[in-house]
C-alpha cells in the first residue's frame, strides 16, 4: 500500500521508526517530512504535503500523520477534498473497554484515509499497534455509511 507521512518535531522520533516497519512490511512509504528534529518547525508545513498527495487518490492511498496530539494536524488535513481525517491518542484516553473500537470504526464506518496520531499520548508500541490495525481494516461500504459520506462529500462552503 503506498502511504504518505508527515510529522513535526513533536512526532519526529516516533515517525522515523514507523517508516522504517512499514517499509519493512513491504509498504511504499512516502515521507513528507520533518527530515530532521527542528523544535521551531511548524506541523502544517509537514501536514499539508500529505492531505494534498491523499486529497488526489483517496480511496487508494493512505496517510499518516504526527503532531504533539494529532488534533491540529487533523484539522489542516480535513481542509482538503475526499480525506477524512482521525486523530487516536491512545487507550488511556479511552472510556470503552476496547480501545482499538475507535479505530476500526473510523474505517469501517467513516473510511478514514488518513491517521492522526498524538506523539504525547503514545507509546511507540501503542503507534505500531494503531497503525497496524487501522491499515488491516476494511471499509465495509455498507449503504448507510455510504450515504453518511455521501452527505458529508456533499458540503460545499463558500470562502
Given at each position: 500500500?503506498?502511504?504518505?507521512?508527515g510529522t513535526d518535531h513533536a512526532g519526529y522520533v516516533l515517525k522515523e521508526k514507523l517508516v522504517t516497519s512499514l517499509k519493512g512490511e513491504?509498504?511504499?512509504?512516502?515521507?513528507?517530512?520533518?527530515?530532521?528534529?527542528?523544535?521551531?518547525?511548524?506541523?502544517?508545513d509537514f501536514v499539508i504535503p500529505v492531505g494534498e498527495a491523499v486529497s488526489?487518490?483517496?480511496?487508494?492511498?493512505?496517510?499518516?500523520?504526527?503532531?504533539a496530539t494529532g488534533q491540529g494536524e487533523a484539522i489542516a488535513a480535513n481542509k482538503f477534498p475526499h480525506v477524512r481525517a482521525v486523530v487516536y491518542y491512545g487507550k488511556a484516553n479511552?472510556?470503552?473497554?476496547?480501545?482499538?473500537?475507535?479505530?476500526?470504526r473510523s474505517r469501517e464506518h467513516n473510511n478514514s484515509n488518513i491517521l492522526s496520531l498524538g506523539?504525547?499520548?503514545?507509546?511507540?508500541?501503542?503507534?505500531?499497534?494503531?497503525?497496524?490495525?487501522?491499515?488491516?481494516?476494511?471499509?465495509?461500504?455498507t449503504e448507510r455509511h455510504v450515504?453518511?459520506?455521501?452527505?458529508?462529500?456533499a458540503i460545499k462552503i463558500n470562502e
Open positions: 500500500m503506498k502511504i504518505f507521512i513491504g509498504h511504499e512509504v512516502i515521507d513528507k517530512g520533518a527530515y530532521t528534529y527542528d523544535e521551531h518547525d511548524d506541523y502544517p488526489k487518490d483517496p480511496d487508494r492511498v493512505k496517510g499518516i500523520i504526527i503532531g479511552c472510556v470503552v473497554d476496547d480501545e482499538a473500537d475507535i479505530i476500526v506523539a504525547r499520548f503514545l507509546t511507540e508500541e501503542e503507534m505500531m499497534s494503531a497503525v497496524d490495525l487501522w491499515l488491516k481494516t476494511p471499509y465495509t461500504g450515504r453518511r459520506l455521501s452527505k458529508i462529500d
